[in-house]
Structures are given as structure tokens and as C-alpha cells.
């Protein structure tokens, strides 16, 4: 039988250990018992009223409790809080309302949702019986970081959050975590912009944003990135003619052309530089590729297209002149014939292929950027700024960013083929349910973006590339991107939206939240959900 006087041991040896991670404020509780499981993960707890006095205790805020028979530690949340007058207490009625202030000297009682335990020097699931008294303690920084299994390498994204407080923790997200891929979820004005632009100024691997509004474009230019714009026909003429404009449109008129080498042009700000390609598509160089990536041809067009159009290569607007009869020759079925006509039809009327452009050297076809600085440089941050293109429809915006992530994942590939080494490199889709939306057209469609979904994020993966998407209609997005995002971010959010991503019981949190305020969910940590504050690009 275990002696009252070992029992005291245990109890002290609980309170040395919490106070060696923190301060100790108060006990688990005596009164109520305390019970855990599978389904319900909180604790009561009891802090004396002159500590309560001198410390404050939020809804949110981290703390530990010492375990005395276990011997383990184990991080907790508070999830409410609970004061009672001492006749609430002592269940004595009050026969009049008057008032006794020594009334109000009751202990402050917590509820704690139980985080994570450190058994044997690793962080698991907590599993350990809670003992009453077990010493309840304020941790200090290190212990909430290690017991949250927060990494020190990655791209930082905001700080830890306890109540309405920020920490002085760090949130980053590791080069793990992009590889396996992130859905960022929130409405307007919520933050999600902010939290891609910070990821883009303090990410330390090549990445490139596909931007369709023009909210990166300036960024880029303030961190010295690179900004790739497909051009259309419609703008087509001269070079200096189109940066003039590009620079107007997107505020950047203090920057000056210093020096255009074909489809690259350098601009300079006093000591800032930026550079811009302007690009477009060359039929005989993605009449492979096209098919693929536009909602346009049926399954058997694309195959046919593909056939016809090596024989007979041209521009997009010679290709009926030269390569209808080839197709004739081929007694394709009469459906399969109009797919393909119309189809090109509609990659004419695009605009992006086969784009002429003049400079000081004569007219030329504009064409695409070079890949291999996009993913070489230390680090190369580049914007796809997607606003002329987008002129000409979405499908038109997204065929074109689609082509430019082929060429990126084509060239990465290879890398990985042919020397068996990853590339490190990231890809951000903002208004991600633009790009990868729930078909409402045929299985032909659905299949090929759903290839399209699988080469970036599963075969992606294992070459180094990861991906951000953002959205504030995930309801609208390819349930694929769902299933293959293992990290998710919910910031301020529709209830229907945190629905679909299975993170609704943040609604009445996150809907009141400032910007920046959201919750992480994700594999990495000790943790199931961090609930966090983006920092401010």
C-alpha cells in the first residue's frame, strides 16, 4: 500500500517539474471528477482568486499541467472559464440583492481541451490519466513550442495566438508541409491575400503566383521579383508602347526601361530592379500541350489535333488553310471534325497564340519566358500576372497559367529523371476555384483537369513541388484539390465554406476574428488545429 507520505513525494516532484517549464497557478480540480477519452478531451481545473487577480487568464490561452503519478507533462487550452459568487458556491440562496464584495473571492475554474504529452522525451497524444491536484502552470515559450511540435525552419507565416494575444512563437510552414500541399480558406477582406503575399516575400525556394486580379504585381516589384505577362493579340505592338501601359495599370511609374533583351525587359527604380517577360504561345511549339489544358476540344478532338497539326505545322491562323484537308484525309467522324474546327476557332479568338510585337530590331513572335531562370535563381519569385489574358475570358487566364505550370513541372521532371534529384520549388494559385473548379461540363472535361490536378500535386510532390491554393469558395472547388491538400488554413469564413473543408466548429470563432486570424490544421504538428496571426506584408 502506498504511504500518504510518498503520495506527498509524488505531488511535490509534479509541482519541481511544472515549475522547471513555467509558473505554477493552480490545481486540476478536487471537486469534480476527472474524466477523458476518445471523445471528450477537456479537464476542469481551479486557480486560486489572488492569482487570477495578478494574472489573466483568456479563453485560448496555453497552459500546462504535471502529472504526479504518470510523471509526464501535458500541454492544455482553455476553452471557458467559469466565476460563481460564494453563495453560488455554497449554495446558499440569496434572500436580497445586496452586495458583499468578500463574495466574489471564489477561485477562478477552467475548462482545459487537453493538446498533447510528453512522454519520455516525445510529444504524443495525450492518453495519460489526469490526477486530481495534478499542478496547473503558465508555461514559458519553449515548452507551448516544443509541445506543439512547431518546427524552426520554413517560411514564416505569423505568430501563435493565445486568446486575443499574439506569442512570441513562430508559425512556418516546412518544406514537408508545402510538398503535401495547402488550401487556404477566407472571404473577403479576411486575410488571405496578406498571407500569400507574406509568403511570397519570406519564402527561401523558387516560386511562382498565378495572379488574376494584379494583386502581386506590385509586391513582386518591392522584393525584386521577376513578372510574366502573357500578352493577347489586343495589345500587341510595340514593346515600349505595352510597358508603358503594363507600368500605369499596376502603379510602377517611377520604374524606367533599362534594357530589352527579345521578350525580357529589365526596369529600374534607383537602386530596385525588376524584371518583366512578356510572353505568349507558339502553336508549333504547344499544339501538343493545348488540347490538354483547354476546356475546348472533346477527348478524341484533342488526340486527332494533335496528329493533324504535326503534319502540317503553321500559326493558329493558317491552320485551316493547311490542315483541313489533312484532316479530311483522315475520315474523321463528322462530330469529332466540328470539335476540332471549332476548337480552333477558339484558340484563335484566345488571342495568345502566334502573337507578333515590334521592338527596335523589327517585328518578331513573342514567345515563352526562360524556364530554367524561374526555377534556378536563389530564389527566382515570380508573378504570373494574368489581368490582359483575362480579358478574354477566365478559360482563356487559366489555359494560359495551366501552360505555364506544364512547362515548369515538364523542365523539373526532367531534373528528377534524369539525375534523380527533387527541385524544391512552389507553385500559389489564388482564386484557386477559377483554375480547378467542379466541372459542370462533360466527363472529358472533368478527366483531363482532374489529370491535370493529379501531375501537379501527386507527381509534383515527389519532384520537389509543392502548392497553395486560395480560395473563398471552396464549395466551387475540385473535390480532388480537397482530398490532396493535407494543410489546411481556415481564416474569417462562411460556415458553409469551413463546412467543406470539416473545420465548422470555427465558425463563431473566425467570424468575428480580425484579419490575419485563423487556424492551421495540418500533419506536421503535435497538435490538431494552431490557431494563429498572420504576419503583415
Same mark, same amino acid.
Given at each position: 500500500?502506498?504511504?500518504?507520505?510518498?503520495?506527498?513525494?509524488?505531488?511535490?516532484?509534479?509541482?519541481?517539474?511544472?515549475?522547471?517549464?513555467?509558473?505554477?497557478?493552480?490545481?486540476?480540480?478536487?471537486?469534480?471528477?476527472?474524466?477523458h477519452?476518445?471523445?471528450?478531451?477537456?479537464?476542469?481545473?481551479?486557480?486560486?482568486?489572488?492569482?487570477?487577480?495578478?494574472?489573466k487568464?483568456?479563453?485560448?490561452?496555453?497552459?500546462?499541467?504535471?502529472l504526479?503519478?504518470?510523471?509526464?507533462?501535458?500541454?492544455?487550452?482553455?476553452?471557458?472559464?467559469?466565476?460563481?459568487?460564494?453563495?453560488a458556491?455554497?449554495?446558499?440562496?440569496?434572500?436580497?440583492?445586496?452586495?458583499?464584495?468578500?463574495?466574489?473571492?471564489?477561485?477562478?475554474?477552467?475548462?482545459?481541451?487537453?493538446?498533447?504529452?510528453?512522454?519520455?522525451?516525445?510529444?504524443?497524444?495525450?492518453?495519460?490519466?489526469?490526477?486530481?491536484?495534478?499542478?496547473?502552470?503558465?508555461?514559458?515559450?519553449?515548452?507551448?513550442?516544443?509541445?506543439?511540435?512547431?518546427?524552426?525552419?520554413?517560411?514564416?507565416?505569423?505568430?501563435?495566438?493565445?486568446?486575443?494575444?499574439?506569442?512570441?512563437?513562430?508559425?512556418?510552414?516546412?518544406?514537408?508541409?508545402?510538398?503535401?500541399?495547402?488550401?487556404?480558406?477566407?472571404t473577403?477582406?479576411? *486575410?488571405?491575400?496578406?498571407? &500569400? $503575399?507574406v509568403?511570397? @516575400?519570406?519564402?527561401? /525556394?523558387? %516560386? #511562382?503566383? !498565378?495572379?488574376?486580379?494584379?494583386?502581386?504585381?506590385?509586391?513582386?516589384?518591392?522584393?525584386?521579383?521577376?513578372?510574366?505577362?502573357?500578352?493577347?493579340?489586343?495589345?500587341?505592338?510595340?514593346?515600349?508602347?505595352?510597358?508603358?501601359?503594363?507600368?500605369?495599370?499596376?502603379?510602377?511609374?517611377?520604374?524606367?526601361?533599362?534594357?530589352?533583351? *527579345?521578350?525580357?525587359?529589365? &526596369? $529600374?527604380?534607383?537602386? @530596385?530592379?525588376?524584371? /518583366?517577360? %512578356? #510572353?505568349? !504561345?507558339?502553336?508549333?511549339?504547344?499544339?501538343?500541350?493545348?488540347?490538354?489544358?483547354?476546356?475546348?476540344?472533346?477527348?478524341?478532338?484533342?488526340?486527332?489535333?494533335?496528329?493533324?497539326?504535326?503534319?502540317?505545322?503553321?500559326?493558329?491562323?493558317?491552320?485551316?488553310?493547311?490542315?483541313?484537308?489533312?484532316?479530311?484525309?483522315?475520315?474523321?467522324?463528322?462530330?469529332?471534325?466540328?470539335?476540332?474546327?471549332?476548337?480552333?476557332?477558339?484558340?484563335?479568338?484566345?488571342?495568345?497564340?502566334?502573337?507578333?510585337?515590334?521592338?527596335?530590331?523589327?517585328?518578331?513572335?513573342?514567345?515563352?519566358?526562360?524556364?530554367?531562370?524561374?526555377?534556378?535563381?536563389?530564389?527566382?519569385?515570380?508573378?504570373?500576372?494574368?489581368?490582359?489574358?483575362?480579358?478574354?475570358?477566365?478559360?482563356?487566364?487559366?489555359?494560359?497559367?495551366?501552360?505555364?505550370?506544364?512547362?515548369i513541372?515538364?523542365?523539373?521532371?526532367?531534373?528528377?529523371?534524369?539525375?534523380?534529384?527533387?527541385?524544391?520549388?512552389?507553385?500559389?494559385?489564388?482564386?484557386?476555384?477559377?483554375?480547378?473548379?467542379?466541372?459542370?461540363?462533360?466527363?472529358?472535361?472533368?478527366?483531363?483537369?482532374?489529370?491535370?490536378?493529379?501531375?501537379i500535386?501527386?507527381?509534383g510532390?515527389?519532384?520537389?513541388?509543392?502548392?497553395?491554393?486560395?480560395?473563398h469558395?471552396?464549395?466551387?472547388?475540385?473535390?480532388?484539390i480537397?482530398?490532396?491538400?493535407?494543410?489546411?488554413?481556415?481564416?474569417?469564413?462562411?460556415?458553409?465554406?469551413?463546412?467543406?473543408?470539416?473545420?465548422?466548429?470555427?465558425?463563431?470563432?473566425?467570424?468575428?476574428?480580425?484579419?490575419?486570424?485563423?487556424?492551421?490544421?495540418?500533419?506536421?504538428?503535435?497538435?490538431?488545429?494552431?490557431?494563429?496571426?498572420?504576419?503583415?506584408?
Amino acid at each position: 500500500m502506498i504511504e500518504r507520505e510518498n503520495i506527498r513525494e509524488l505531488v511535490e516532484e509534479a509541482k519541481m517539474k511544472a515549475g522547471k517549464e513555467g509558473e505554477v497557478v493552480g490545481l486540476a480540480s478536487r471537486d469534480t471528477p476527472i474524466s477523458h477519452g476518445k471523445e471528450n478531451k477537456e479537464i476542469k481545473a481551479e486557480v486560486p482568486f489572488d492569482v487570477y487577480l495578478s494574472k489573466k487568464f483568456l479563453i485560448g490561452s496555453y497552459l500546462g499541467i504535471s502529472l504526479p503519478v504518470s510523471k509526464t507533462l501535458v500541454l492544455g487550452r482553455i476553452t471557458e472559464v467559469e466565476r460563481s459568487d460564494i453563495l453560488a458556491v455554497s449554495k446558499i440562496p440569496a434572500l436580497s440583492p445586496t452586495e458583499d464584495t468578500s463574495g466574489i473571492t471564489t477561485p477562478l475554474s477552467l475548462t482545459i481541451e487537453l493538446l498533447s504529452e510528453e512522454v519520455d522525451g516525445e510529444v504524443v497524444p495525450p492518453s495519460s490519466p489526469i490526477d486530481p491536484q495534478s499542478p496547473i502552470f503558465v508555461p514559458n515559450i519553449l515548452f507551448v513550442k516544443r509541445m506543439l511540435g512547431l518546427p524552426d525552419d520554413g517560411i514564416s507565416i505569423g505568430k501563435v495566438i493565445e486568446g486575443y494575444k499574439e506569442m512570441g512563437i513562430e508559425v512556418k510552414l516546412t518544406g514537408e508541409i508545402l510538398r503535401h500541399h495547402v488550401l487556404v480558406v477566407g472571404t473577403t477582406g479576411a *486575410g488571405k491575400t496578406n498571407l &500569400l $503575399k507574406v509568403i511570397m @516575400k519570406n519564402a527561401h /525556394i523558387p %516560386l #511562382v503566383v !498565378f495572379d488574376i486580379q494584379g494583386d502581386y504585381v506590385k509586391p513582386a516589384a518591392e522584393i525584386g521579383g521577376n513578372i510574366i505577362v502573357p500578352v493577347p493579340r489586343d495589345y500587341s505592338g510595340k514593346i515600349t508602347n505595352f510597358i508603358s501601359t503594363f507600368l500605369a495599370r499596376s502603379n510602377l511609374s517611377n520604374y524606367k526601361i533599362d534594357k530589352i533583351d *527579345g521578350n525580357k525587359v529589365v &526596369l $529600374k527604380n534607383g537602386e @530596385k530592379e525588376l524584371t /518583366i517577360y %512578356l #510572353v505568349a !504561345f507558339r502553336l508549333s511549339k504547344t499544339y501538343k500541350l493545348i488540347p490538354d489544358v483547354s476546356p475546348f476540344f472533346s477527348a478524341q478532338g484533342a488526340s486527332f489535333f494533335k496528329i493533324i497539326t504535326e503534319s502540317c505545322e503553321g500559326t493558329i491562323d493558317s491552320w485551316e488553310d493547311e490542315c483541313v484537308e489533312v484532316m479530311k484525309g483522315m475520315r474523321l467522324h463528322s462530330s469529332t471534325q466540328d470539335n476540332i474546327i471549332r476548337s480552333v476557332t477558339l484558340l484563335k479568338n484566345t488571342g495568345i497564340l502566334d502573337v507578333r510585337i515590334s521592338n527596335e530590331k523589327g517585328n518578331s513572335y513573342l514567345d515563352e519566358p526562360d524556364y530554367d531562370e524561374l526555377i534556378n535563381d536563389t530564389p527566382a519569385k515570380s508573378v504570373v500576372d494574368l489581368r490582359w489574358v483575362l480579358e478574354k475570358g477566365v478559360s482563356t487566364a487559366t489555359m494560359t497559367a495551366f501552360i505555364i505550370a506544364e512547362r515548369i513541372f515538364e523542365l523539373i521532371d526532367r531534373k528528377y529523371k534524369n539525375q534523380g534529384k527533387e527541385t524544391p520549388f512552389l507553385m500559389i494559385f489564388d482564386e484557386a476555384h477559377e483554375y480547378f473548379p467542379q466541372s459542370k461540363r462533360g466527363d472529358d472535361e472533368k478527366e483531363a483537369l482532374e489529370r491535370l490536378i493529379n501531375k501537379i500535386m501527386r507527381l509534383g510532390r515527389v519532384r520537389g513541388i509543392g502548392t497553395i491554393l486560395a480560395t473563398h469558395r471552396p464549395t466551387d472547388l475540385n473535390d480532388l484539390i480537397l482530398t490532396l491538400a493535407n494543410t489546411k488554413i481556415a481564416l474569417r469564413a462562411d460556415e458553409d465554406a469551413l463546412e467543406k473543408i470539416g473545420m465548422d466548429e470555427y465558425a463563431n470563432v473566425l467570424q468575428a476574428s480580425p484579419a490575419g486570424y485563423g487556424v492551421i490544421r495540418t500533419f506536421s504538428l503535435k497538435v490538431h488545429d494552431l490557431i494563429f496571426r498572420a504576419l503583415k506584408f
